[in-house]
């Protein structure tokens, strides 16, 4: 870090999926904890770890996180979207689009005993309308309540849409 000879300072490297369930809802959490808690995000996701083979591998990296925020080991389609800058880190980020055999309320089940769970106060099942308004908006209501999200996930959505 910090090294003036490198092109490019190392910046942190997350690692996203949206993931949709065996019906084609997307399973999104709202974050708990001390990060942007109260604030929807995508699940799984974080950061990498700077370790071999972790950060040699993307896909090893995103089955971790899988394992740790979703409770069981990932088994389903998995198509790399795009790379993009994390606006609110500053890092680099990698957004996969994912896809299970689960429907949303057996993942639901699995999270519920997932090591990280706590990272995520609750899941919800969203479409793809409401994609598309938290690519618009950042916002989108959730059983009668409104939610927002951080501007980087935001732009997650955006991509996603968009491409």
């Known amino acids: 870090k910090q090294d003036k000879t490198l092109l490019r300072n190392v910046s942190p490297l997350t690692i996203t999926a949206l993931l949709k369930s065996a019906k084609d809802d997307f399973v999104l959490g709202i974050r708990g904890g001390s990060v942007e808690a109260g604030k929807i995000a995508i699940i799984p996701g974080g950061h990498a770890e700077y370790l071999i ?19 069981y080991e990932f ?9 993009l800058t994390n606006r609110d880190t500053q890092g680099i980020n990698v957004l996969y ?40 908006t950042g916002r989108v209501m959730v059983k009668g309540k409104e939610y927002m999200t951080t501007p980087f996930i935001q732009d997650c959505f955006a991509f996603y849409i968009n491409h």
């Open 53 to 71: 083979p972790l950060i040699d591998n993307l896909i090893q990296t995103f089955e971790s996180e899988f394992m740790e925020e979703i409770g």
């Open 97 to 136: 689009a994912a896809g299970t055999d689960r429907t949303f309320q057996q993942i639901e089940e699995s999270w519920r005993n997932a090591k990280d769970r706590s990272e995520h106060d609750s899941l919800f099942s969203a479409t793809e309308q409401d994609i598309r308004q938290l690519a618009q």
């Open 75 to 83: 088994k389903g389609s998995l198509a790399q979207k795009c790379i």
